[in-house]
C-alpha cells in the first residue's frame, strides 16, 4: 500500500515539476503576439512590393509608422534568447524573483562575453560571414549562436542558484552580501564556467540538434503528421509547449541565412523572413511546424461544436448552443482551442483522439500543399490575416487553408455526431443530470475555488497560462473537483500535487482575483 502511495506522490510531483517548467515559458511566449502584430503590419506594409501593389500607402508619414512598427517588433524577435533566460529564471523561481531576473540578464551576458573571449584566444573571431561559421551578434556582443537553447539553459542554471543561495548566511563582516545579494554574484561567476562548457560542447551538441532536425525532415509527410499529433495529445497536460518551442526557435525547426545572419527556428525564420523586402516565398519549414493549425482552430473544430449543438438534447440547445458560438469564436479569431477541446476531452476521450489525429492530418496537408502562413502563439483568423492574406497568396499559399478548411469542418461535424450519437456519448447537453452549471463571477466564485483546492493553506503555488489555472497544492487529497466545476471550469486535471483547471480566456482575471484574497488575508 505505501508503494503505491509512493509511486502516486512521485508521479504527481513529476507532473508538478513539468507543468512548472512548461508554464515558465508563458512569461517570453506572451510577448510574441504584441510582437508579431508590430512586425507582421508595420513588415507587410512597408514592404517595397506591397507600396507597389497598394499605391494609397505611400504616403511618407504613415511609412515612417509602419517602419518604428516593423523595428519595434523585430528587436523582440532579435532578441529572444535573453527573454527565455529571464523568463524561465523567473517562472520556475517561487519569491523573490526580481532578483531572479536580474540575475539571469547578468548571466547571460557574463555567458556570452565568456564565448567571446575564447573565440578572440582561439583565434576564431571570425571578421565576415559570421552564419557561416555559427557565430552571430547578440547585445553586441560576438558570440557563439546558441538562440533560444542557450537562453533557456542560462535561465534553468540562474533558478537552481537561486534555490540554493537565496537564503545563505554569509559571516557578519559579509552580511550584507548575504541572502538574495548573493544569488547575482554567484550566478555571474558560475555564468564563466557555463560559457567555457558551452564554448567547447554547443558545436557538437548544435550538429547533434541538425541531425535530429534531419531525421524529421527525412520522415517527410508522415513525420509531420507525427508532429501535429503529438502537439495536440500533450495539450491537455499543458506540456505541449516543451514539445513545440524547439521547433519554432531552435535548430530542430531548421535553419536559414538571411540577410547575412544565421537564424534558427521555424518561427524565427519567418518572422526574420517577414522583415526583410527581399524575401519571395517563405521558408517552408513553417508549413511543417505551423500552418496546419489554422485547418483545426479556423473550421475543424467549428464543425466539432456544431456537432455537439445538433446532438444535445432539445430542451438544452439553447444553453449549449451559446456556450459552443462563444468557444468556437475563441477558437476561429483567436486559436484558443481549449474551450472547445475540455467540453469533449474527459467525457469522449475517443473523439480527442480522433481529433489529434485529424490535426495530424491538417499538418501533414499544409506540408503537401507548402502553405507557409507563420503565427505569434496560436493559429485564428487574426494571424491568418496578418501573416497570410496581408502577404499575398504567393509567399504564403494562404488560399488553400479557406479551401482545405471548408470540408475539414465537414469532416470533423460529422465523423463527431456519427460518434456522439453511435456511442452515447456525454458531452455538453446529453448529460444525465437535469442541473446546469451556473456561471459565477467574483466573491463566490473565488470561494468555491479557494475550497475546492483545499481552502487556503493548501495552495503552494499559483499561476497561469492562457486558459488554465497552474496550481500546486500541499495535499492533493484535499482537492474537491465538484466545487472546482461548479465555479465555472470546464475541466480539471489533477496528477498528484500538481492541478490544472481549465477556465478559457478569462483565466487570467480570475487568478488577479485568488491572488488578491490569498495575499491580502
Given at each position: 500500500?505505501?508503494?503505491?502511495?509512493?509511486?502516486?506522490?512521485?508521479?504527481?510531483?513529476?507532473?508538478?515539476?513539468?507543468?512548472?517548467?512548461?508554464?515558465?515559458?508563458?512569461?517570453?511566449?506572451?510577448?510574441?503576439?504584441?510582437?508579431?502584430?508590430?512586425?507582421?503590419?508595420?513588415?507587410?506594409?512597408?514592404?517595397?512590393?506591397?507600396?507597389?501593389?497598394?499605391?494609397?500607402?505611400?504616403?511618407?508619414?504613415?511609412?515612417?509608422?509602419?517602419?518604428?512598427?516593423?523595428?519595434?517588433?523585430?528587436?523582440?524577435?532579435?532578441?529572444?534568447?535573453?527573454?527565455?533566460?529571464?523568463?524561465?529564471?523567473?517562472?520556475?523561481?517561487?519569491?523573490?524573483?526580481?532578483?531572479?531576473?536580474?540575475?539571469?540578464?547578468?548571466?547571460?551576458?557574463?555567458?556570452?562575453?565568456?564565448?567571446?573571449?575564447?573565440?578572440?584566444?582561439?583565434?576564431?573571431?571570425?571578421?565576415?560571414?559570421?552564419?557561416?561559421?555559427?557565430?552571430?551578434?547578440?547585445?553586441?556582443?560576438?558570440?557563439?549562436?546558441?538562440?533560444?537553447?542557450?537562453?533557456?539553459?542560462?535561465?534553468?542554471?540562474?533558478?537552481?542558484?537561486?534555490?540554493?543561495?537565496?537564503?545563505?548566511?554569509?559571516?557578519?563582516?559579509?552580511?550584507?552580501?548575504?541572502?538574495?545579494?548573493?544569488?547575482?554574484?554567484?550566478?555571474?561567476?558560475?555564468?564563466?564556467?557555463?560559457?567555457?562548457?558551452?564554448?567547447?560542447?554547443?558545436?557538437?551538441?548544435?550538429?547533434?540538434?541538425?541531425?535530429?532536425?534531419?531525421?524529421?525532415?527525412?520522415?517527410?509527410?508522415?513525420?509531420?503528421?507525427?508532429?501535429?499529433?503529438?502537439?495536440?495529445?500533450?495539450?491537455?497536460?499543458?506540456?505541449?509547449?516543451?514539445?513545440?518551442?524547439?521547433?519554432?526557435?531552435?535548430?530542430?525547426?531548421?535553419?536559414?541565412?538571411?540577410?547575412?545572419?544565421?537564424?534558427?527556428?521555424?518561427?524565427r525564420i519567418f518572422f526574420a523572413q517577414l522583415g526583410d523586402p527581399n524575401t519571395e516565398e517563405y521558408y517552408i519549414g513553417i508549413s511543417r511546424f505551423m500552418s496546419?493549425?489554422?485547418?483545426?482552430?479556423?473550421?475543424?473544430?467549428?464543425?466539432?461544436?456544431?456537432?455537439?449543438?445538433?446532438?444535445?438534447?432539445?430542451?438544452?440547445?439553447?444553453?449549449?448552443?451559446?456556450?459552443?458560438?462563444?468557444?468556437?469564436?475563441?477558437?476561429f479569431l483567436t486559436g484558443i482551442t481549449e474551450p472547445v477541446e475540455f467540453s469533449f476531452m474527459f467525457v469522449a476521450p475517443a473523439l480527442y483522439v480522433l481529433h489529434?489525429?485529424?490535426?495530424?492530418?491538417?499538418?501533414?496537408?499544409?506540408h503537401i500543399l507548402q502553405i507557409t502562413v507563420g503565427q505569434t502563439f496560436s493559429g485564428g483568423f487574426i494571424d491568418l490575416i496578418l501573416f497570410g492574406i496581408l502577404?499575398?497568396?504567393?509567399?504564403?499559399?494562404?488560399?488553400?487553408?479557406?479551401?482545405?478548411?471548408?470540408?475539414?469542418?465537414?469532416?470533423?461535424?460529422?465523423?463527431?455526431?456519427?460518434?456522439?450519437?453511435?456511442?452515447?456519448?456525454?458531452?455538453?447537453?446529453?448529460?444525465?443530470?437535469?442541473?446546469?452549471?451556473?456561471?459565477?463571477?467574483?466573491?463566490?466564485?473565488?470561494?468555491?475555488?479557494?475550497?475546492?483546492?483545499?481552502?487556503?493553506?493548501?495552495?503552494?503555488?499559483?499561476?497561469?497560462?492562457?486558459?488554465?489555472?497552474?496550481?500546486?497544492?500541499?495535499?492533493?487529497?484535499?482537492?474537491?473537483?465538484?466545487?472546482?466545476?461548479?465555479?465555472?471550469?470546464?475541466?480539471?486535471?489533477?496528477?498528484?500535487?500538481?492541478?490544472?483547471?481549465?477556465?478559457?480566456?478569462?483565466?487570467?482575471?480570475?487568478?488577479?482575483?485568488?491572488?488578491?484574497?490569498?495575499?491580502?488575508?
Amino acid at each position: 500500500m505505501n508503494i503505491f502511495a509512493q509511486k502516486e506522490k512521485s508521479d504527481g510531483s513529476l507532473f508538478a515539476k513539468a507543468q512548472g517548467f512548461s508554464k515558465s515559458f508563458m512569461l517570453p511566449i506572451s510577448v510574441l503576439p504584441a510582437a508579431g502584430i508590430l512586425l507582421g503590419i508595420g513588415g507587410a506594409l512597408s514592404n517595397p512590393n506591397s507600396v507597389k501593389a497598394y499605391p494609397f500607402l505611400n504616403i511618407e508619414w504613415l511609412q515612417n509608422v509602419f517602419t518604428v512598427m516593423a523595428a519595434a517588433g523585430d528587436v523582440i524577435f532579435s532578441n529572444l534568447p535573453i527573454l527565455f533566460a529571464v523568463g524561465v529564471a523567473v517562472g520556475l523561481t517561487k519569491t523573490d524573483k526580481g532578483t531572479a531576473g536580474l540575475s539571469a540578464v547578468l548571466a547571460f551576458l557574463v555567458v556570452n562575453s565568456t564565448m567571446n573571449a575564447m573565440l578572440k584566444i582561439t583565434g576564431t573571431l571570425a571578421k565576415d560571414n559570421l552564419a557561416g561559421v555559427g557565430q552571430g551578434m547578440s547585445l553586441g556582443i560576438q558570440t557563439l549562436e546558441t538562440g533560444v537553447f542557450g537562453g533557456v539553459t542560462v535561465g534553468i542554471m540562474t533558478y537552481l542558484l537561486h534555490v540554493r543561495f537565496n537564503k545563505i548566511e554569509l559571516p557578519q563582516f559579509l552580511g550584507f552580501f548575504g541572502g538574495s545579494r548573493f544569488v547575482p554574484i554567484v550566478t555571474s561567476f558560475s555564468a564563466i564556467f557555463l560559457g567555457l562548457m558551452m564554448f567547447f560542447v554547443w558545436p557538437h551538441l548544435q550538429q547533434l540538434i541538425f541531425c535530429v532536425g534531419g531525421l524529421v525532415e527525412s520522415t517527410g509527410y508522415i513525420g509531420t503528421l507525427i508532429y501535429g499529433f503529438v502537439l495536440r495529445m500533450l495539450g491537455p497536460f499543458g506540456l505541449h509547449h516543451i514539445f513545440y518551442l524547439p521547433f519554432w526557435t531552435t535548430a530542430l525547426g531548421g535553419a536559414e541565412i538571411i540577410d547575412g545572419e544565421l537564424v534558427e527556428g521555424a518561427q524565427r525564420i519567418f518572422f526574420a523572413q517577414l522583415g526583410d523586402p527581399n524575401t519571395e516565398e517563405y521558408y517552408i519549414g513553417i508549413s511543417r511546424f505551423m500552418s496546419g493549425r489554422f485547418i483545426t482552430m479556423m473550421f475543424g473544430l467549428l464543425g466539432a461544436c456544431l456537432a455537439i449543438y445538433r446532438t444535445a438534447k432539445p430542451e438544452k440547445k439553447k444553453a449549449v448552443g451559446g456556450l459552443m458560438l462563444s468557444a468556437g469564436l475563441t477558437s476561429f479569431l483567436t486559436g484558443i482551442t481549449e474551450p472547445v477541446e475540455f467540453s469533449f476531452m474527459f467525457v469522449a476521450p475517443a473523439l480527442y483522439v480522433l481529433h489529434a489525429f485529424f490535426d495530424g492530418c491538417a499538418f501533414m496537408l499544409a506540408h503537401i500543399l507548402q502553405i507557409t502562413v507563420g503565427q505569434t502563439f496560436s493559429g485564428g483568423f487574426i494571424d491568418l490575416i496578418l501573416f497570410g492574406i496581408l502577404q499575398g497568396a504567393d509567399k504564403t499559399n494562404w488560399i488553400y487553408i479557406p479551401m482545405v478548411g471548408v470540408p475539414w469542418f465537414f469532416l470533423y461535424y460529422f465523423s463527431f455526431k456519427y460518434l456522439i450519437l453511435k456511442f452515447e456519448f456525454k458531452t455538453l447537453g446529453r448529460e444525465d443530470d437535469e442541473e446546469t452549471a451556473e456561471i459565477l463571477g467574483g466573491s463566490k466564485r473565488v470561494d468555491l475555488i479557494i475550497r475546492g483546492l483545499g481552502g487556503k493553506e493548501n495552495i503552494a503555488e499559483l499561476d497561469c497560462c492562457a486558459t488554465r489555472l497552474r496550481v500546486t497544492v500541499k495535499d492533493g487529497g484535499k482537492v474537491r473537483e465538484r466545487l472546482l466545476k461548479e465555479s465555472g471550469s470546464l475541466a480539471v486535471l489533477q496528477s498528484g500535487a500538481g492541478v490544472q483547471v481549465i477556465y478559457g480566456p478569462q483565466v487570467t482575471v480570475i487568478k488577479n482575483e485568488l491572488e488578491e484574497i490569498l495575499c491580502c488575508e
